[in-house]
């Protein structure tokens, strides 16, 4: 029997140094120019969402995005401002084994973030 692979990720707070909650996430799948909106999910209060984003046997090979809304977040725990500094921060990237477990994690402050692929 083949493993089946999905797609998940979380977000952390490095300034607060916790998980950020409550943030949303939009899924895209990427075809050249366009996307298709695949699904759309709220963090839990450990920065997690309730269930993968693609769950297992669903994955496809391909270009996907991530848009995170952390302006959102930010404003609820701090100074607001009109024009924060990072506010929806989009990751494009692609899935070439659909037998994989692909996790994009996501590192953000309300002046900088980073990502890379998780376990």
């Known amino acids: 029997m083949s493993e089946q692979g ?16 409550g943030v949303t996430i939009d899924l895209y799948r990427v075809n050249g120019d366009s996307r298709e909106h695949m699904k759309t999910a709220t963090t839990n209060s450990d920065g997690r969402t309730d269930a993968a984003l693609i769950t297992e046997g669903a ?6 995005e991530l848009v995170f809304q952390v302006g959102d977040y930010f404003a609820a ?19 070439d084994d659909h037998t994989s477990h692909y996790h994009v ?15």
């Open 105 to 119: 994690p996501l590192l953000v402050s309300p002046y900088s973030y980073s990502t890379y692929r998780g376990s």
């Open 6 to 21: 999905c797609l998940t990720t979380h977000i952390l707070d490095t300034a607060g140094g916790r998980p950020a909650a």
């Open 59 to 64: 994955l496809q090979c391909g270009s996907y």
């Open 77 to 95: 725990s701090g100074p607001k401002s009109a024009h924060p500094f990072i506010d929806i921060i989009p990751i494009r990237f692609g899935i």
